[in-house]
């Protein structure tokens, strides 16, 4: 693999990776959360969004 074929692969997956959580980040702003308390924060069951306990 030449180093611009990487460089390609590695910009396409960046972008991949922004799509990716923009699109979780839409879910988890339309949830009814149903937050669970761990020990330094908690965890919705439904999105999984985490939110800290503590600041
Ligand atoms: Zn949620």
Do not use: G, P, S
């Not at 693999?1 to 396409?12: L, P, T, W, Y």
């Amino acid at each position: 693999m030449q180093v611009h074929d990487i460089q390609e692969k590695i910009d396409q997956l960046k972008n991949q990776l922004i799509y990716w959580e923009r699109h979780l980040k839409d879910i988890q702003n339309i949830c009814k959360h149903d937050f669970h308390k761990e020990l330094f924060y908690k965890r919705c069951l439904k999105c999984q969004k985490t939110e800290a306990l503590y600041y």
